[in-house]
């Protein structure tokens, strides 16, 4: 029983719930949202924005490795650093490289892949429960943030080169995941590659709400404040885990190494 508690105590990612989900796409909105703000409202550039989330991020993550425990506030801000990092770092390979919205998802795309094949070659899995040691925090992580950036690049090729716009974007990214979580409950599809596709089409869903707030409304959004809305989604999150309170996911010793 020690055993068990002691590898429970060891896992400092959350438990993959409900919850989880509703507090990931409203991170990633706010990330969408935080982005925007700093690199367009504030009229830094995606090239000194996205210097400034990734310093912000490098930080959260040393201290996320560091931590002994699960903290739900750590951990949800790195997650928001990574996203909004993500957003920004997105629309600089999109347009500062020149390689557009299709070039920069698939390089995106190629960098999911390389770090999950890595840490795949290295673990022998790519669960979230063996998150245990700084070494596979350091490959979490760095899943995590491409994650994020290859999201943000999807909503934009789906949306402008894809011709479907914020609204239509948003309807196939929930209906991927409406597919995604059929698969979860009713077939015996890895629960692991699941987490993965789940985890990527978040991040376009969040990124197109947060497009619907806050773009002009001749390109289909309500032209609120970038500021505001983030300021609003920010307390909605904190809501969250002031009152949805998350615990720690179990060690794979102490659940199915499959599952998510």
């Not at 009152?243 to 060690?251: D, I, K, N, S, Y």
Request: charged share 10%; net charge neutral; glycine share 12%.
């Amino acid at each position: 029983m020690n055993g068990t508690l002691r590898q429970h105590a060891l896992s400092k990612v959350p438990e993959v719930t409900l919850v989880f989900w509703i507090i990931k796409i409203a991170a990633t909105t706010l990330g969408e949202t935080g982005g925007d703000s700093v690199t367009m409202t504030l009229n830094w550039g995606y090239l000194a924005g996205t210097a400034f989330f990734l310093g912000l991020l490098v930080v959260l993550v040393v201290a996320q490795i560091l931590a002994k425990k699960f903290h739900p506030f750590l951990y949800w801000a790195t997650i928001v650093a990574s996203t909004t990092f993500g957003t920004t770092m997105a629309d600089f390979a999109d347009r500062s490289l020149g390689i557009g919205y299709t070039g920069g998802s698939t390089l995106l795309f190629l960098c999911v892949v390389a770090v999950l094949g890595l840490w795949y070659r290295s673990q022998g899995t790519v669960s979230v429960n063996t998150v245990s040691t700084p070494k596979v925090e350091a490959f979490y992580w760095a899943a995590i943030t491409f994650s994020q950036t290859l999201g943000t690049a999807l909503r934009d090729w789906i949306a402008d080169t894809g011709g479907l716009g914020y609204e239509g974007g948003a309807l196939v990214f929930a209906a991927g995941l409406a597919v995604i979580a059929g698969l979860y409950f009713w077939t015996n599809v890895s629960h692991v590659l699941l987490f993965w596709s789940a985890f990527i089409l978040t991040r376009p869903l969040g990124a197109t709400v947060g497009d619907f707030l806050d773009k002009p409304v001749s390109h289909g959004g309500l032209a609120l404040s970038r500021p505001l809305a983030s300021a609003v989604i920010a307390i909605f999150i904190l809501g969250c885990l002031l009152f949805l309170p998350q615990r720690a996911g179990q060690h794979p010793h102490t659940s199915g190494a499959a599952d998510v």
